[in-house]
């Protein structure tokens, strides 16, 4: 199984850029799908999750900017990011867990400028 991320580039604060993460391979038993994001010099953060359910969670930081959303065959993993500011600047890193695997992508790098 490979995830590969896409999508960031450098853009100003109030701009917007949506991330893809295209999962190659089969898999069964998915339990979420999500982006996480590191900053230089800090750990690496959930941003937002989306459940086989359907159901999404987002951190707070993000939450009524970003929306985590997924095509109908769960092989593309989709993040909208609305009015970025200056702390979105990270690489962010598509996740894949299931049941009895986790599996992540190689990042994406989001610069925002103020």
């Known amino acids: 199984v490979q995830l590969q991320a896409s999508g960031g580039g450098l853009v100003e604060a109030g701009g917007s850029l949506r991330l893809s993460c295209a999962r190659s391979?089969?898999?069964?038993?998915?339990?979420?799908m999500g982006w996480y994001r590191q900053a230089p010099g800090k750990l690496r953060e959930l941003v937002a999750l989306?459940?086989?359910?359907?159901?999404?969670n987002y951190a707070d930081s993000v939450k009524g900017r970003f929306t985590i959303s997924r095509d109908s065959t769960e092989n593309t993993l989709y993040l909208q990011m609305n009015s970025l500011k200056p702390e979105d600047t990270a690489v962010y890193y598509c996740n894949l867990q299931l049941i009895t695997a986790n599996y992540w992508g190689q990042g994406t790098l989001v610069t925002v400028s103020s």
């Open positions: 989306i459940t086989s359910g359907g159901t999404t």
């Open positions: 391979g089969r898999v069964w038993n998915i339990n979420s």
